[in-house]
C-alpha cells in the first residue's frame, strides 16, 4: 500500500489522453469528448497520428512532442502496446495513468500474467500508479474532471464511490444522478493490477472534503491490507459496502443494458455485448473464492456497514453523513395517518429493531398537548389536520423521553394544510434535536418541496416509511460495528498458558508420517495443550482391544466405528453408547462389524474410537470450528452442535484473533443464545468459559499454522463450564507464519521483553493492548501538566473519554505501535510508567513518533529504554525514516535523539524542533 503519487491521479492538474481518436466507436473519441465536455480546467492533450484535432484540440503524434508533462494519462490504445507507452511516461516524468485499453479480457491465463509483469516492470509503482487494466476510469466532479467511459456527468457532492464493476459504475451513475445525489470521486478500479481498494480507502480517509465512502466488492486480493485500510478509514467517516449476493448478481444482469464497456473492447458495441458474460464471470468467481459469510464479518470487523441494494447504499450514506450518533435500536414512530405509522412498525420490528415504550410522563405530557385524538402507544397517531405547532410540541416531548432513541416523523397529506410549513417548523426542531430525527413526508409534489427543506436543514428525509426505518436501522447496525472497533475487551477469566510445543509436535509427527489428519486421541492431546478439557479416548484395531481400552478408562464407555470411507458412523449404526462393562463392550463391537459390514461392504474397517462417556445431563451441544479461507485465511465458527448441526443451521463466524468482547459477540450473532442464557428449568451455561475456548482455539489457529481445519463436535457446555467430546484436526505443510495466515495482525507477543531500571525496578515493555484502557486512563491521569503539555504542545484536557481511549489503547500493529513501560504497583496490579508511539505510513515510508513519561520516573533511564525499543522496532520493520517534532525548551528530548543519531532542526514557521532519523545512511546508535 502506497499514497505515493496519488495525488496526480486524483487531482491532476494536466491529462493526456494515449489513443485519442475522432472515430465516434472509438473508447478514445468517448475520453476525449467526455474530457472536454466536463469543463475540466487544466490542459488536455491528445496523443494521436490518426488526426490532426480530436474534440476541438490540436492533437501531438508521440508523447516526447508534448509541451508539458501531463499528470494523468488515460491509455486507450490496446493494452499489449501499454508496456511500451507507460514506459515512455515514466521517462517524461507522468506519475499517474489509467488503464482503458482492449484485450485483458480476451487473454488467457499466461498470457495475462506475462503482460501483468510487463505492465508492472514498465510502471515501476510507486513511481507510476496504475488505475486498471479495465478501469472504466474516475470522475472527480468538484475539478470538473470527467476521465472516464461514462457519458453522464455527476453532480458534485461529498460522498466518495468505488467500484469493481464496470458494468456498474455508469448504471449507479446514472441512478444517483436521477436521485439529486453527487460525488466526491467516483472511481471505477478495474482489475487492481496496481492501485487497489486498500490504496484509495487510505487516500479518500485523509480526504476531509469526503464525508463518506461506498464501496461495490466482488472480490477481495489482498485481505490485511483491504480490513487495516478499512479500519483506519472507518474510524473518520462511514465506510459502507454493497456486495452481490444472489439475488444482487440476478439484478446486475438485468441492468447490463445499461453500462458502460466491460474491457474497453476495440468498440463500445463489442463491449456492451460482452458485459453480460464479463459480470457473470466475475461475480460466479468471487462467490467460489470466499464465501459471503466470511466477507460479511471481514466488513463488520472492519468497522463498516454492509447494505443489500443500490437504493439501500445511498438511503445509508445520506443518513451516516447528516445524522446524529444513534443510541440505540428504540424507536418513537409519530404519523398523522394511522396507516404509515403501523406500515413503519412493523418494517421495524422485522428489521431487528423495537418500537420505544414511552414513559408514563411522556404520556400524560402528549395527553395535554393532542387531547383525546391521538392513540396512546407507539406508533403515535395524531390528528391528519395538524398543527405545525403541535408536530414541533410533540418532537420536543418524544426527545426528553430516556427511552427513546430516534424518532420519526411520518406525514401524509391534506389539503387543507401546507406541508412544506409543517416542514419547515420541524426541520428547525430537528436541526437543534441532540438525538436523530427522521423524517418521510410522503406525496408528490409538495412532499418533493417538504424533503427539500429537510435536506437544506441536514434532517434525514425519506419517500417511504420503509426507506426511513431501514436506514433507521442500518445506523443501528453501523453503531454496533463502530462500537465493536472500540470495546475494550474484558480480561481473561483464568490465566491462559498453552503448551504450544505439544501441539506443534503432534501435527509435525502426522505430517513426518504422510498423514493429512491426526488421530481423535492426538487431537484430544493438541486440544488439552491449549487448555479445552476433553473426554478421554482411545483408539483401537479390534473388539479385544477394544475392551482393554474400557477397561482403563473405566465404565460407561462409548464406541465408535473408525473407517476412512465412513465420515459419519451414526449413519450406519456404527455408535454405541452408555457401555457397563466387558461384555457389552464385545457385543456392541461385533454388532457395529456385522452392520456395518451389510450397509457399506466397500468400507475398510480401520479399528474402533473408545471413549468415556461425559455424562452432563441437560448440557447443551455446541461446536467450535476453523478452517482455512482462500482470501481472509483463518475463519472461525461457532453455534449449535451435535448430529443434527447441518440440519438445525445455527451458526456464526469469525476472524482470529479475539479478544472476550469479539468472542462474546460472535455468540450472540446465534441463535443458541438465548438457550446458553438459561431458562426456568436450566441455569445459565458459563459463558465466559465458552468465550476462553473460543479463544483457546483462536490461538491454536495462530500459533500452529499447519492446522489447516479444526473441528470440536460435540462441545458440551453448562453452569460447569465446557467438555469436548469429539475432535478432528486437519494439517499440511505451510511455509507462512501463523500470523501471516492472518486478515487482522494479532498482537506481536514476540515484542515484549523485560529491563531492569537504573533504580532496580523490573519493567515489562510490550506492545499496548485493548484491555490495557483502565491502565493507561491511570497512566493520563498521574501525568503532570507540564508532561502533558510537551507532549501534546499545549494545554489538554485530562478527560479524555472512551472514545478517545480506544483510539490510544486499540491499534493496528501493521499501522502503528505503542510500547508501553508495565510493572506491578503498590496496589498489586499492572501500571503503566511511560508510552512510546510510532504511525507508520501505509508504504513504510516514514514512520512518526511521540514519547511521554511519568514524572516520577524520570531519572530512571526509562526514557532512553523506550526510546531504543522504538528505534530498533522502526529499523527491523525497514521503515526508510523516523520523525518527530518536540517543542523548543524541551532539551532533554533534544539531546536523547541526539543519542540515537537523530538529525535536529529548528521549524521555525512551527516553533518547534524537527528531529529526523534516516535508516537509509546509517544505522542508528543504540
Not at 472509438?26 to 469528448?33: A, S
Not at 392513540?375 to 397517531?381: A, K, L, Y
Not at 479475539?658 to 426456568?680: F, Q
Request: charged share 25%.
Amino acid at each position: 500500500m502506497s499514497l505515493m503519487n496519488l495525488e496526480s491521479m486524483f487531482s491532476p492538474k494536466s491529462v493526456a489522453v494515449i489513443g485519442a481518436a475522432n472515430d465516434p466507436a472509438n473508447i478514445g473519441h468517448l475520453v476525449m469528448k467526455n474530457l472536454m465536455g466536463g469543463g475540466f480546467t487544466g490542459p488536455v492533450m491528445p496523443v494521436s497520428r490518426e488526426a490532426e484535432a480530436i474534440a476541438g484540440v490540436l492533437t501531438y503524434s508521440t508523447i516526447a512532442d508534448l509541451p508539458k508533462t501531463p499528470d494523468l494519462a488515460i491509455v486507450c490504445r490496446p493494452l499489449l502496446e501499454a508496456p511500451l507507452i507507460i514506459d515512455a511516461l515514466r521517462q517524461r516524468g507522468t506519475r499517474s495513468v489509467i488503464l482503458m485499453g482492449p484485450g485483458f479480457s480476451r487473454l488467457d491465463d499466461k498470457s495475462r500474467a506475462r503482460l501483468k509483469a510487463e505492465l508492472l516492470e514498465a510502471a515501476s509503482p510507486p513511481e507510476v500508479r496504475l488505475l486498471g487494466p479495465k478501469s472504466m476510469g474516475l470522475i472527480v466532479p468538484q475539478l470538473s474532471l470527467n476521465a472516464s467511459l461514462a457519458h453522464i456527468p455527476s453532480l458534485p457532492g461529498k460522498t466518495a464511490f468505488l467500484s469493481q464493476s464496470d458494468s456498474l459504475f455508469t448504471t449507479v451513475l446514472d441512478w444517483a444522478r436521477s436521485h439529486g445525489i453527487g460525488f466526491s470521486h467516483m472511481i471505477s478500479l478495474g482489475a487492481q493490477l496496481d492501485v487497489s481498494f486498500a490504496d484509495i480507502l487510505d487516500y479518500l480517509g485523509g480526504d476531509p472534503s469526503v464525508r463518506s465512502i461506498l464501496l461495490y466488492v466482488e472480490s477481495i486480493h489482498a485481505a490485511r491490507e483491504f480490513v487495516s485500510a478499512a479500519r483506519a478509514a472507518s474510524r473518520n467517516k462511514p465506510v459502507l459496502a454493497l456486495r452481490p449476493g444472489q439475488a444482487l448478481q440476478n439484478a446486475l444482469a438485468e441492468l447490463t443494458a445499461l453500462s458502460g464497456p466491460a474491457d474497453g473492447g476495440r468498440t463500445l458495441a463489442q463491449a456492451n455485448a460482452g458485459a453480460s458474460a464479463s459480470i457473470n464471470a466475475s461475480i460466479n468467481a468471487s462467490m467460489n473464492a470466499s464465501s459471503d459469510e466470511v466477507y460479511d464479518v471481514a466488513f463488520r470487523r472492519a468497522g463498516m456497514l454492509r447494505v443489500g441494494s443500490i437504493d439501500s447504499l445511498f438511503d445509508a450514506a445520506q443518513t451516516l453523513s447528516s445524522a446524529k450518533p444513534v443510541r440505540g435500536d428504540r424507536l418513537a414512530i409519530l404519523s398523522n395517518g394511522a396507516s404509515a405509522g403501523i406500515m413503519a412498525a412493523d418494517a421495524l420490528i422485522t428489521g431487528g429493531g423495537r418500537l420505544a415504550r414511552l414513559a408514563e410522563d411522556t404520556l400524560l405530557a402528549l395527553d395535554k398537548l393532542l387531547g383525546e385524538g391521538w392513540t396512546r402507544g407507539n406508533p403515535m397517531s395524531i390528528r391528519f389536520d395538524s398543527k405545525a405547532q403541535d408536530w414541533v410540541e410533540a418532537l420536543k416531548i418524544l426527545l426528553t423521553d430516556p427511552g427513546v432513541d430516534a424518532v420519526l416523523l411520518l406525514h401524509v397529506p391534506f389539503a387543507g394544510l401546507s406541508e412544506v410549513e409543517v416542514a419547515q417548523a420541524v426541520a428547525q426542531a430537528g436541526k437543534r434535536a441532540k438525538r436523530m430525527v427522521l423524517t418521510s413526508w410522503m406525496g408528490s409534489e409538495s412532499a418533493l418541496r417538504a424533503r427539500a427543506v429537510f435536506a437544506d436543514a441536514g434532517v434525514p428525509t425519506y419517500e417511504t416509511p420503509e426507506q426511513a426505518t431501514r436506514a433507521f436501522l442500518y445506523m443501528v447496525e453501523f453503531q454496533k460495528n463502530q462500537e465493536l472497533l472500540i470495546q475494550t475487551p474484558d480480561s481473561l477469566p483464568t490465566d491462559f498458558f498453552p503448551d504450544t510445543t505439544t501441539a506443534r509436535e503432534a501435527c509435525r509427527k502426522a505430517l513426518d508420517e504422510g498423514r493429512s489428519a491426526l488421530t481423535e486421541p492426538e487431537a484430544k492431546d493438541v486440544l488439552t495443550a491449549y487448555g479445552i478439557p476433553v473426554v478421554e479416548t482411545r483408539v483401537v484395531k479390534s473388539a479385544r482391544d477394544a475392551v482393554i481400552a474400557a477397561d482403563e478408562l473405566g465404565y460407561p464407555v462409548a464406541l465408535k466405528l473408525k473407517s476412512p470411507q465412513i465420515s459419519q458412523p451414526q449413519e450406519v449404526g456404527g455408535v454405541r453408547l452408555d457401555l457397563e462393562g466387558p461384555d457389552k463392550v464385545w457385543e456392541a463391537a461385533a454388532s457395529v462389524l456385522a452392520r456395518v459390514s451389510r450397509q457399506r461392504p466397500d468400507a475398510y474397517i480401520e479399528g474402533f474410537v473408545v471413549q468415556k462417556m461425559g455424562r452432563r445431563t441437560g448440557a447443551h451441544e455446541l461446536f467450535v470450528s476453523a478452517h482455512m479461507d482462500p482470501v481472509f485465511g483463518p475463519v472461525l465458527a461457532f453455534g449449535h452442535g451435535g448430529l443434527a448441526r447441518d440440519l438445525i443451521r445455527d451458526r456464526a463466524v469469525t476472524l482470529p484473533p479475539l479478544n472476550m468482547s469479539l468472542a462474546r459477540e460472535l455468540i450472540g450473532r446465534t441463535r443458541i443464545v438465548h438457550l446458553l442464557s438459561g431458562t426456568p428449568q436450566h441455569p445459565a451455561a458459563d459463558i465466559d468459559d465458552i468465550c476462553l475456548t473460543i479463544i483457546q482455539i483462536a490461538q491454536l489457529i495462530i500459533d500452529v499454522p499447519q492446522i489447516q481445519s479444526l473441528d470440536i463436535n460435540p462441545l458440551y457446555a453448562d453452569d460447569a463450564g465446557v467438555l469436548c467430546l469429539g475432535a478432528k484436526i486437519r494439517v499440511a505443510e505451510e511455509t507462512r507464519t501463523g500470523a501471516q495466515r492472518l486478515a487482522v495482525r494479532p498482537y506481536p507477543r514476540e515484542l515484549e521483553e523485560c529491563v531492569v531500571l537504573k533504580n532496580g525496578r523490573k519493567v515489562t515493555l510490550r506492545p499496548i493492548r485493548p484491555e490495557d484502557e483502565p491502565a493507561h486512563r491511570a497512566f493520563i491521569a498521574k501525568l503532570s501538566d507540564e508532561d502533558l503539555r510537551m507532549r501534546f504542545f499545549g494545554v489538554v484536557r485530562r478527560d479524555f473519554d472512551h472514545r478517545d481511549m480506544a483510539r490510544f489503547t486499540q491499534i493496528d500493529y501493521d499501522r502503528e505501535m505503542a510500547f508501553i513501560a508495565t510493572a506491578m504497583g503498590e496496589s498489586g496490579l499492572p501500571e503503566t510508567l511511560g508510552v512510546v508511539r510510532t504511525a507508520t505510513k501505509p508504504d513504510n515510508s516514514e514512520a512518526e513518533f511521540a514519547i511521554v513519561v511519568r514524572s516520577d520516573q524520570k531519572g530512571t533511564g526509562l526514557g532512553s529504554v523506550l526510546f531504543r525499543k522504538m528505534v530498533d522496532y522502526t529499523r527491523e520493520r525497514g521503515t526508510a525514516h523516523l520523525k518527530g517534532q518536540t517543542m523548543i525548551e524541551n532539551k532533554a528530548m533534544q539531546g536523547l535523539s541526539r543519542k540515537f543519531g537523530f538529525e535536529i532542526s529548528v521549524n521555525p514557521e512551527e516553533e518547534l524542533v524537527d528531529m529526523v532519523l534516516d535508516f537509509t545512511k546509517k544505522p542508528a546508535a543504540t
